[in-house]
């Protein structure tokens, strides 16, 4: 799996939109970013994937650029609850090889205050 | 429908005692991975599961661990004759699969155990 960049930390006023960077510029072609979080003191939560286009759930939307080279995760309105560190991760998806993998480096924690 | 499930929550052990870690994985799911996380690191893969196989362990200690998933019940991690340095976070995670659609290929993650060796 390609190698992901992400800042160590970043800080968000609550109510406002956190916008967290990500470079994976030796990302393939066939891999797809996964962006998890984690509170404190408990387990990893998917949030987003994405191949190429740019994605939106009901949590977070995933925006990577055109030469997929990286991505931003944006929290449109953060709030306290959001505080967590951000794993940005990218993978390979189908069959064979052992891209089940997921491979945490030490992400982003985001700090969102009131 | 209930996530995964991890038990217990904290473990505590004294050097050379076994520990027992349990999980659960999500209904209707068939495959068990394991994560340790050791303090202020990221999470790294351990072990991969299905029913009653061992499909890859490469991140396992070639010693002292040894894992589970049996054709009933929970998947089992064991650490035999634990040491200090085993003193982490050990997480959970299942998935439908590993190939196909990328939503099965998901792994959802249990709260974790919380290991500490005295």
């Known amino acids: 799996d390609a190698k992901t960049t992400q800042p160590t930390s970043m800080d968000c006023a609550e109510g406002r939109a956190a916008n967290l960077p990500c470079n994976h510029s030796?990302?393939?072609?066939?891999?797809?970013v996964y962006w998890y979080r984690q509170i404190h003191s408990q387990g990893p939560q998917y949030i987003i994937h994405?191949?190429?286009n740019n994605e939106t759930n009901e949590m977070a939307s995933l925006i990577i650029t055109e030469d997929r080279k990286s991505s931003t995760l944006i929290l449109p309105h953060a709030t306290l609850r959001d505080t967590a560190v951000y794993y940005c991760?990218?993978?390979?998806?189908?069959?064979?090889?052992?891209?089940?993998?997921?491979?945490f480096g030490k992400g982003t924690l985001l700090t969102v205050n009131p | 429908n209930a996530g995964v499930m991890q038990n217990p929550r904290h473990l505590v052990r004294r050097r050379g005692q076994e520990a027992r870690l349990r999980c659960s994985p999500m209904?209707?799911?068939?495959?068990v991975y394991w994560y340790r996380q050791l303090p202020e690191e990221g999470l790294k893969f351990m072990v991969y599961?299905?029913?009653?196989?061992?499909?890859?362990e490469s991140g396992m200690p070639k010693e002292r661990f040894s894992a589970e998933f049996p054709k009933e019940g929970p998947s089992i991690l064991r650490i035999q004759q634990v040491v200090r340095g085993d003193s982490a976070a050990y997480f959970c995670?299942?998935?439908?699969?590993?190939?196909?659609?990328?939503?099965?290929?998901?792994?959802?993650f249990g709260p974790g155990t919380r290991l500490t060796v005295l």
């Open positions: 209904k209707g799911h068939s495959h």
């Open positions: 991760i990218v993978r390979v998806e189908g069959s064979g090889g052992s891209n089940y993998k997921l491979t």
């Open positions: 994405g191949l190429k």
């Open positions: 030796t990302i393939s072609g066939n891999e797809y």
């Open positions: 995670a299942s998935s439908g699969g590993t190939s196909g659609r990328a939503d099965y290929n998901e792994q959802f």
């Open positions: 599961l299905q029913k009653e196989n061992i499909i890859d």
